[in-house]
């Protein structure tokens, strides 16, 4: 997610209660829950799985987690998947956004590599598994785990994994394309290339302000370009499925009713879901964004631009690369104009500051997550003004608390953010055809570890068999999807 998990002493503050929304869900709407392979998974070196930069990394500096702990385990999601299958099942979900761990299709380097014949037939039982019970798949093949071998050559630097990824990718469509019609290249390209090159957020930890996030992002954006365009040609005749890209973006309000503080909020949207649905949606960078860091570039004497070129050709092929977009969404902040950044940095590049608001419901173990629903709904129709109305699935939006089954928080959440998004679907008219609630089950929160709680299932970590208990939201979100209205 887009915010930085700082520390602070915020305790809960409840926000007034508002008045849930009346209207129904459309009838093709579809809800679904979400997940990723490394945070639930377990079995990290069964089955002839490669390691990927999160286990290379937390295996190597335990400290760099919150609690010294890591996805060995998790939820022992691949030895439990039946258990979960079931638990997607009675929820009346009917879809479930998981994703393929890349290593355990192709444990070693692509060049010369081998197909885990393993790998391929997890996922080959777990798809026929949730098809069988009615749930359609809708798969990640991205979620974070590269393979530690591609991290070694520059993994999302190098330009050649552009071809990596289009190798793993169509190994997916041939093994699955048959029963999977809805693909998501990647998950969140800023928190990839912008806290894991730039920064140290998360792995591969390579602390290239500036510099990093730009170049990983044009080569993450062109495998995204590349990968769609394969399957458009070879398998969407035949297969007749969609391709999706899911970015995270918060929403972003102007902190007073200035003009420049309007335009640090337009600016941060451009710099954030505009980074990567621009090129997607209209085939190149925001012009702010162009702008901005050429100027900056030259100043700082760098001899090209820190934010690399598209060629006319990758401008063609990438726009209108997709067949829907994927919106992971849960927080909003407050902006002000600041150029207070080390430089080089995407910081001052942007020139934006985000604050929390003091006012606004903060979640006691994730203090930079707040609950503010009609922010849900601003960028709901920021996108479709921008991206003319284009089709969206809610790919991701969740809650985190502290153990306890009687989550009282995440249902105000679910209840209030559903309910924005029925009026921006019934009053603004915006293209939303499908919701993922993150996440089914507790898992392993990057960097926090085990300590903060998104599940709409409790996880018991220190039982040897991950004990599945759900939660009073479970019971909500049940009787939303079933009766298509938000009630309680
Ligand atoms: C990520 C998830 C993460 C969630 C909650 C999302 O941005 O895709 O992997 O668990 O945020 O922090």
Redesign the pocket.
């Known amino acids: 997610?887009?915010i930085k998990v700082i520390y602070c002493v915020f305790c809960l503050r409840l926000s007034a209660s508002i008045e849930l929304s009346n209207y129904s869900f459309p009838k093709d709407f579809v809800f679904g829950v979400a997940s990723?392979s490394y945070?639930i998974e377990g079995a990290t070196y069964e089955d002839g799985k490669g390691e990927n930069i999160w286990d290379y990394n937390l295996h190597r500096k335990p400290e760099i987690v919150f609690d010294g702990t890591n996805g060995d385990v998790a939820c022992d999601s691949y030895h439990k998947w039946e258990e979960d299958i079931s638990l997607i099942k009675n929820l009346g979900a009917n879809f479930y956004r998981f994703s393929i761990a890349w290593p355990r299709i192709l444990p070693s380097c692509n060049v010369g590599a081998k197909i885990n014949k393993k790998g391929i037939e997890h996922y080959d039982k777990f798809i026929n598994g949730l098809l069988s019970k009615g749930i359609t798949p809708m798969v990640t093949m991205y979620?974070?785990d590269l393979p530690q071998c591609l991290e070694e050559m520059g993994g999302w630097m190098n330009a050649s994994i552009v071809d990596d990824f289009l190798i793993y990718a169509n190994i997916l469509f041939e093994a699955y394309g048959d029963r999977v019609k809805h693909w998501i290249t990647f998950?969140?390209p800023f928190?990839v290339c912008e806290y894991g090159y730039s920064g140290t957020e998360m792995a591969p930890f390579r602390n290239l302000t500036g510099v990093g996030g730009y170049n990983c992002s044009h080569h993450l954006l062109l495998a995204h370009g590349r990968t769609y365009r394969h399957y458009e040609k070879k398998f969407k005749p035949i297969q007749k499925g969609k391709v999706g890209f899911a970015v995270?973006s918060g929403w972003f309000e102007p902190k007073e009713d200035t003009e420049e503080d309007r335009r640090s909020s337009e600016r941060v949207m451009q710099f954030s879901y505009g980074w990567y649905m621009h090129p997607v949606v209209l085939g190149n960078y925001p012009s702010v964004m162009i702008d901005r860091v050429d100027a900056i570039s030259a100043e700082e004497n760098y001899p090209v631009s820190r934010l690399p070129k598209f060629t006319k050709e990758e401008i063609d092929m990438l726009r209108g690369s997709f067949d829907f977009l994927g919106v992971?969404h849960?927080s909003t902040a407050q902006t002000k104009f600041s150029d207070n950044f080390h430089r080089p940095s995407f910081g001052y590049d942007c020139g934006v500051a985000p604050y929390t608001n003091p006012d606004w419901a903060t979640s006691t173990t994730?203090p930079g997550l707040q609950m503010v629903p009609w922010g849900f709904r601003r960028l709901m129709k920021w996108i479709k003004d921008q991206y003319n109305n284009p089709p969206m699935y809610v790919t991701?939006n969740?809650w985190?608390t502290g153990a306890g089954l009687e989550d009282n928080e995440r249902v105000r959440y679910i209840t209030q953010y559903l309910s924005e998004l029925l009026k921006a679907i019934h009053e603004d008219g915006c293209n939303v055809i499908g919701y993922a609630y993150?996440?089914i089950l507790d898992?392993f929160?990057?960097l926090s570890g085990f300590s903060t709680k998104?599940g709409l299932v409790q996880v018991d970590f220190q039982a040897s068999n991950r004990t599945r208990t759900p939660r009073k939201s479970y019971e909500v979100y049940k009787k939303i999807i079933s009766s298509r209205k938000v009630i309680v």
């Open positions: 997610m887009l990723s945070q979620h974070w998950n969140e928190q995270n992971n849960y994730l991701e969740g985190a993150w996440t898992n929160e990057w998104f």
